[in-house]
């Protein structure tokens, strides 16, 4: 079984930065996209970043030129770097990771608070 451990959640002000990571518990073989998702209060869960095994990221358009995404794959291991964050970042961001064999697997979330 594979765990995704998140770390670097937290409050923060707007205009102000976090950086997010993601690890897997243990190497997996076959990779395709890491990345995340989130969930604010009363809204379906939605696609922030993605990265592909080969390393091109595509990001949702609220958040281009703002985050960016960042993976290493020897470490099993995926970033979120988010600057000039606003209140509407606000959710808890999930960690995914889609193996070659097509298991998906979730972190447990952490919570990103964004104070106007």
């Known amino acids: 079984q594979v765990q995704l451990v998140e770390s670097g959640g937290g409050l923060v002000q707007a205009g102000g930065s976090l950086r997010l990571s993601c690890a897997a518990s243990?190497?997996?073989?076959?990779?395709?996209?890491m990345g995340w998702y989130r969930q604010a209060p009363g809204k379906q869960r939605e696609p922030v970043a993605v990265?592909?095994?080969?390393?091109?990221?595509n990001y949702a358009d609220s958040v281009k030129g703002r985050f960016s995404i960042s993976r290493d794959n020897a470490l099993n291991t995926v970033w979120l770097q988010m600057n000039s964050l606003k209140a509407e970042d606000t959710a808890v961001y999930y960690c995914?990771?889609?193996?070659?064999?097509?298991?998906?697997?979730w972190g447990q979330g952490t919570q990103v608070t964004v104070s106007s």
């Open positions: 995914y990771l889609a193996s070659g064999y097509g298991t998906v697997y």
């Open positions: 243990r190497s997996i073989f076959s990779i395709n996209g």
């Open positions: 990265i592909t095994s080969s390393g091109t990221p």
